[in-house]
């Protein structure tokens, strides 16, 4: 952690621009922008599955499923995770002065030590500690034995104590709940799983008075049914969102399928938006979503409650980066 935080005065953000390509929220959760930005509102970045690239396992180091994992590197990854992308694409979420980071997983490929701390020193030149909220992909817990070499080297930006997570890490008036769905798993398996002492946390913690805050889970996998084929899912999806419709949340951020998607867990105070980020790495013209980050503004609606405004922001194949038109949520209504 030798490099110190980046903590430039960074330029101002400039509200709304349009972009051209829209993206895939359900009807009914669709709404343009009209008239002018709202006052009070706090700004989130969502990024996730940076994939950083860093020097290849050894000969020593490829036991079990590092072996596999490399060869995945080697036959398609290697060109698909573009570092300046990642690069574009950090340096335009900083431009846009959030006033925290969602970060959700996957931050490196076969978790190694030299791997943990390079991404520690990334995550140092994001934003300060106290600004970022972050979970581990599977990626990031790829091997038995990762979780202590992850929780060694990005200390400063987890929970405290034995029991990391669920923990959270509060911006401004949002409460960011952070859920691990980091498991070893068997090769050929990129499944994910919260298991039962963690989701007994998250009940308990979901059921502390809200006080007007705004609460977001961020979780790597997508607690929802049907986005992921069964060896990339979420195992117990059904109970973690079951936990978070009960439990009162407005909204989740995940990460892991590298895509722009936009589902919901339906609750009693209206349906919970579940939005998934694109990877922040992936080189353009090689899938169907580039590298990209997800803007997210948070703002009080009077009686209506809390309302987000969304936008997508992805690099171009010249290199710039062009923002889909925004998408607005209001969000469930939840008891104070
Ligand atoms: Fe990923
Ligand atoms: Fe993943």
């Known amino acids: 952690m030798e490099e110190p935080h980046d903590e430039r005065a960074l330029p101002a953000?400039?509200?709304?621009?349009?972009?051209?390509?829209?993206?895939r929220a359900p009807s009914g959760m669709r709404r343009r922008m009209e008239g002018t930005p709202m006052q009070g509102a706090i700004t989130l970045a969502h990024i996730s599955d940076p994939h950083l690239s860093c020097a290849l396992p050894k000969l020593g180091e490829c036991l079990?499923?590092?072996?596999?994992?490399?060869?995945?590197?080697?036959?398609?990854?290697?060109?698909?995770?573009?570092?300046?992308?990642?690069?574009?694409?950090?340096?335009?979420?900083?431009?846009?002065?959030?006033?925290?980071?969602?970060?959700?997983?996957?931050?490196?490929?076969?978790?190694?030590?030299r791997e943990f701390a390079a991404?520690?020193?990334?995550?140092?030149?994001?934003?300060a500690p106290e600004r970022v909220a972050l979970v581990p992909g599977n990626h990031d817990a790829l091997v038995r034995g990762a979780a202590k070499t992850l929780r060694h080297h990005w200390r400063p930006w987890l929970g405290e104590g034995n029991e990391i997570f669920p923990y959270v890490r509060r911006i401004g008036p949002?409460?960011?709940?952070?859920?691990?769905?980091?498991?070893?798993?068997?090769?050929?398996?990129?499944s994910g799983r919260v298991g039962r002492t963690q989701l007994d946390r998250l009940r308990s913690l979901l059921a502390t008075p809200?006080?007007?805050?705004?609460?977001?889970?961020?979780?790597?996998?997508?607690?929802?049914?049907?986005?992921?084929?069964?060896?990339?899912?979420?195992?117990?999806?059904?109970?973690?969102?079951?936990?978070?419709?009960?439990?009162?949340?407005?909204?989740?951020?995940?990460?892991?399928?590298?895509?722009?998607l936009v589902?919901?867990?339906d609750a009693d105070g209206g349906p919970v938006p579940v939005l998934g980020?694109?990877?922040?790495?992936?080189?353009?013209?090689?899938?169907?979503?580039?590298?990209?980050?997800?803007?997210?503004?948070?703002?009080?609606?009077?009686?209506?409650?809390?309302?987000?405004?969304?936008?997508?922001?992805?690099v171009t194949s010249e290199g710039g980066i062009e923002e889909a038109a925004p998408v607005v949520f209001d969000l469930p209504k939840l008891p104070v």
Request: proline share 5%; charged share 20%; hydrophobic share 45%.
């Open 13 to 23: 953000y400039r509200a709304w621009p349009m972009g051209a390509t829209p993206n």
């Open 64 to 113: 079990g499923k590092r072996f596999l994992t490399l060869q995945s590197w080697r036959r398609r990854r290697e060109t698909l995770h573009d570092p300046a992308v990642a690069e574009t694409i950090r340096r335009d979420c900083q431009a846009a002065a959030p006033d925290g980071f969602a970060v959700t997983g996957d931050l490196v490929n076969f978790a190694m030590e």
């Open 119 to 127: 991404s520690a020193t990334w995550l140092c030149r994001l934003a």
């Open 174 to 190: 949002v409460d960011l709940v952070c859920v691990s769905s980091a498991v070893a798993t068997a090769p050929l398996l990129a």
């Open 210 to 260: 809200l006080e007007e805050r705004c609460r977001v889970v961020l979780i790597h996998h997508p607690p929802v049914d049907g986005l992921s084929p069964a060896r990339k899912a979420l195992t117990d999806r059904h109970a973690v969102a079951r936990v978070i419709a009960e439990g009162g949340v407005h909204m989740v951020l995940h990460g892991h399928l590298h895509a722009d």
């Open 263 to 265: 589902s919901t867990i």
């Open 277 to 314: 980020v694109p990877s922040m790495s992936i080189a353009t013209g090689h899938h169907e979503h580039a590298g990209s980050w997800r803007r997210i503004r948070l703002s009080r609606g009077g009686a209506a409650g809390w309302r987000a405004v969304t936008a997508l922001r992805s």
